[in-house]
């Protein structure tokens, strides 16, 4: 089965995974050939025109199960790299900058 994934940045790539592959196959497919975390992919399943998130707890499902076929168009998104961290980035501009 051929499935086409698009990348929030507008990125299309197509990824051929066996019929009967999972959510996880399919992670791991886009992670060798994109050079991409599949533990933090999110992905959504264009079905119908219904889209379907696709969640961590769906990753042993069948792609059939979650209604992706054969032409079947995801859309992926990654979650944060960490959400229980209290550090966070903090962006500065020096004041020559800003005119100051």
Do not use: W
């Amino acid at each position: 089965m051929k499935v086409v994934v698009e990348i929030l940045t507008g990125n299309l790539f197509c990824v051929q995974v066996n019929d009967d592959a999972t959510i996880n196959d399919l992670k791991k497919e886009i992670e060798t050939r994109e050079n991409l975390a599949s533990d933090r992919m999110i992905l959504i399943a264009d079905h119908e025109n219904r889209n379907k998130l696709i969640t961590k707890e769906d990753d042993g499902a069948s792609l059939v199960d979650c209604g992706v076929e054969d032409g079947s168009h995801i859309y992926l998104f990654f979650s944060p790299l960490n959400t229980e961290s209290s550090y966070q980035h903090v962006f500065t501009s020096p004041e020559s900058l800003l005119g100051q």
